[in-house]
């Protein structure tokens, strides 16, 4: 019922709406005063968690992009080598591990096949599962050895919005505490995170204040066979998940590369006027990608493609070069997914109305895929 939307006419708008909240639910609770991670529920000791050789995280769909960024935060704050594989994929390579594994599980509903019976096998193997799931009581945080949760509150929406950033930011909080509990990283960069990750919230709130020219660049593109999506870094994983949002949605062909790519094979894509997102990294700190970023933007344009870049405020290098600009607040580089991906989901949601599309529930998806 619409009472039920808030107001919203799909739950999907009302999700997106909600991730400002939803993110900062995730942190309540479990940083303390004095700035540090209280992760109680992690009923993994910390003896346990210094021993820990490898982490290796398993998820589909989106919780598997919300993996792929985990990485990036895991290996930057622990320096331990972390792997990340689609669950459906997992257990039929017979993989490498031992009590000294730590295998993380992540779901919104807890109840996806793949994803248990991954984590089964990890546990048969003798490895510890830490579970990051929205659903409380479900299967697979009840069958692993601890559980994070995200705090999201119920997600309706086939597509997963504020579940994705929610993940994130609880994925950020374990690289972050085993990064605390193994002493890899100064304790003031550990500090400066949290510090960081507390104030992101806004940051999301922000976003959603300035989709209305997202959504008029969408009802241009209704007719469009085919949208590319590119990133780096932590911009890939977006680009995939935003490519993964127009599928489901919109119907329409989408593709996620990372942006380095292009030159081995998928710039031969590129023709007059096709859609490319490109989500381009802070112009700080990591300039190299920028840098790379802004010349595959060059290439891809002289190619004809119509460019529409996320950046962030302040860039002017992407500025000749994007013929639509979608502008993020500036974030620390590990944190712009929470930022970038919300103009991405937008533009989903409203191509799918565009095309006459029922929102909340695509054709042929269920919301969790309880069969392998
Ligand atoms: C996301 O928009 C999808 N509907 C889907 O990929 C989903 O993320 C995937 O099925 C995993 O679900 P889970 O998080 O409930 O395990």
Redesign the pocket.
Known sequence: SAAEKGGYDYFMLKEIAEQPKAVADTLLGRIDPSGSLTLDEVRISPPELREVDKVVIV?????FHAGLIAKYAIEHFTRIPCEVELASEFRYRDPILDGRSLVIA????G??MD?LMALRHAREQGSKVLAICNTNGSTIPRESDAVLYTHAGPEVA???TK?FLTQLVACYLVALYLGQVRGTKWGDEIQAAIKDLSRISEDVERVLETMEPVRALARTLATKNTVLFLGRHVGYPVALEGA??LK?LAYMHAEGFAAGELKHGPIALIEEDVPVVVVVPSPRGRSVLHDKIVSNIQEIRARGARTIAIAEEGDEAVVPYADHLIRVPVTPTLLQPLVATVPLQVFACELATARGNEVDQPRN?AK??TVE
């Open positions: 998820a589909c769909g989106t919780a992540i779901s919104q509903s109840e996806t994803t086939v597509a997963s579940a993964l949002k489901e998806l969790s895929v």
